[in-house]
């Protein structure tokens, strides 16, 4: 009898997930994906006043942090008929892509790295050979041998003291590391120079938000107001540091990400041939170059891929209510019409229903109900979102900055551009993405300047924040691509009061569950694409491949007890 592998929770990830893996002898045949907290952040929006709901949103994850903020107000903006002005629309631009950089990083180094780096190997590494190394990737400062040796010495402590504090609970020694000691002493290098540098970066958010995480939005533009000659208002001094931080940025995704990723690459070549599953991708678009009115401006273009196809981009009409649609017939929730329909998010329900075994349990009841996570669907298929898709759509629209730093890395790799498709290539395309938006934050930046030279400083509508000017009556849909893919919020507005509310985030396009057709999710359909394991008892391949989406669960569920009571309440004093 083949075994199932059960891999609860999947660390190293935001939220709770759950992965079974129905073995074939060494090879995984079916997959299971389960989130395990119930999501009802559509039930607390009900009856509260619209321009509330991004403060509520925002508090779905501290990783993603300002994006269900954007996505709401954008919503609300949307339903009304509203367009921000200019430079709102440039001070979100610069957040978000601080967002995505800040997110790319820290992803990589700190959440899926140590899933090809043998922390402990680099404690045999030669931190001369290591210099070397490192100094023929790139031009790096922090390069030295007495560098690398200092972080050895750091990471030999850890051992030694038998606390490996962040590096622990990992299979250290698994046969499937390959890098030589060397580039491993190296990456862990990066992994502590990327600890101080994140703190530096995230300031950008505080600057144009007030803090961070959770920065301040509000309907009609961005509550960062412009005035060189006032120390509580964007000045000339808060613009200086905010171009200092894109240039940390910058060189630390120049010197050290992308020369990281490509090398650590080079020593898994074969994972460019496994972990894709769907081959549907799928883009809702973002970073619009004048408006969220006008999809055609923006850098990340908005569309869709079926089958591998990049010949052709698919047109996505968000208000078609037979294109998106999320389906419950593997979910813990119920549908007034019964649980194979599936529903257009404006017209979405959010009714709980757990009909599962009781904690803790051997396995999942695949059969019927398995998840807290709906299956989303674009006219019937399963789709991938993310950095992946994001990079096949300007691949295929021809990005010249695109399609340059694609072909340099396959190049650089000998791998074909078939290679996009699997775990690594999902994870090399979150890096170039990030070298792209590196650039664009420039460009962002550069406008805002000389808009302030040429006297606009406007950066709210005050007419868009009275509810007296709304239609009665009205809905919207508010999108973005968040780092971890697809993100849109829907909003339905009865006597300037949300009626409903519903948000597909990009972990529930990739982790729900099968679908009544018996569709896989995408990460379901990734693992049961030429996966095997060498040693069951450390799942390590179902650890890349599920951290090459870079899942964000708390973003699709939400945590209440059997009976719907609150867990915790915090008082503060």
């Excluded at 390069?143 to 402590?157: E, L």
């Excluded at 996570?373 to 006219?379: G, I, V």
């Excluded at 730093?405 to 994870?427: C, I, K, M, Q, Y």
Aim: aromatic content about 8%; glycine content about 8%; overall charge negative.
């Amino acid at each position: 009898m083949n075994a199932r592998v059960v891999v609860d929770p999947i660390t190293r990830i935001e939220g709770h997930l759950r992965i079974e893996a129905q073995m074939d002898g060494d090879r995984i045949a079916q997959a299971y994906s389960s989130g395990t907290m119930v999501r009802g952040i559509e039930i607390i929006l009900r009856d509260r006043d619209p321009r509330d709901a991004w403060a509520f949103t925002q508090r779905i994850c501290g990783v993603c942090t300002l994006v269900h903020g954007i996505a709401s107000v954008r919503a609300v903006e949307n339903a009304i008929g509203a367009t921000v002005p200019r430079n709102a629309e440039l001070i979100r631009n610069l957040m978000i892509g601080a967002q995505y950089i800040h997110d790319h990083v820290m992803h990589f180094y700190h959440l899926h790295a140590l899933d090809w780096v043998d922390v402990v190997s680099a404690l045999s590494a030669d931190p001369a050979k290591t210099a070397e190394l490192a100094q023929s990737l790139g031009s790096y400062p922090r390069s030295s041998t007495g560098y690398f040796r200092d972080v050895q010495k750091k990471v030999a402590g850890f051992v030694e003291s038998g606390q490996l504090g962040i590096f622990a609970k990992a299979y250290w020694g698994h046969p499937e590391y390959r890098l030589p000691p060397e580039a491993n002493l190296m990456a862990v290098a990066h992994y502590l120079d990327a600890l101080v540098w994140q703190r530096d970066v995230a300031r950008l958010h505080a600057i144009f938000g007030g803090k961070n995480p959770h920065p301040n939005f509000l309907v009609g533009g961005v509550p960062s107001p412009i005035d060189l000659n006032s120390d509580s208002a964007i000045n000339s001094k808060r613009l200086s540091q905010v171009q200092e931080i894109i240039d940390s940025m910058k060189t630390f995704v120049n010197q050290v990400y992308v020369p990281d990723t490509l090398a650590i690459a080079g020593f898994y070549k074969d994972w460019f041939f496994r972990g894709e599953g769907l081959g549907n991708f799928l883009c809702v678009g973002d970073l619009p170059a004048s408006s969220m009115d006008e999809p055609d401006s923006f850098l990340f273009p908005r569309g869709v891929i079926l089958n591998r196809d990049l010949s052709t981009v698919h047109d996505l009409e968000l208000g078609d209510p037979q294109g998106i649609q999320e389906f419950v017939a593997h979910s813990w929730y119920d549908y007034s019409s019964g649980k194979a329909s599936g529903l257009h998010p404006w017209s979405g329900e959010t009714t709980l229903n757990y009909t599962g075994p009781e904690p803790p349990y051997e396995h999942l009841d695949i059969d019927h109900s398995y998840s807290w996570l709906k299956s989303p669907r674009w006219n019937g298929n399963a789709m991938e979102v993310g950095p992946l898709a994001r990079v096949l759509l300007l691949y295929a629209k021809g990005h010249e900055q695109t399609q340059a730093l694609v072909n340099h890395a396959l190049t650089t790799l000998d791998a074909p551009v078939e290679a996009l498709f699997s775990t690594l290539g999902r994870t090399a395309a979150r890096t170039l993405e990030t070298a792209i938006l590196a650039d664009a934050m420039q460009g962002w930046l550069d406008a805002l300047i000389a808009n302030i030279k040429a006297d606009e400083t406007r950066t709210f509508d005050e007419s868009l924040w009275e509810p007296s000017t709304w239609p009665k009556t009205c809905e919207g849909v508010g999108v973005m691509e968040a780092p971890r893919g697809a993100l849109s919020h829907w909003i339905v507005i009865e006597n300037k009061k949300i009626a409903n509310y519903q948000a597909i985030v990009p972990s529930t396009w990739n982790a729900g569950p099968r679908d009544g057709n018996g569709q896989p999710g995408a990460y379901e359909a990734a693992l049961q694409d030429r996966h095997s394991m060498v040693d069951p008892e450390q799942p390590l391949e179902i650890l890349r491949t599920i951290h090459s989406f870079d899942p964000c669960i708390a973003c699709a569920v939400h945590v209440t007890d059997p009976d719907g009571e609150e867990l915790v309440q915090v008082k503060v004093s």
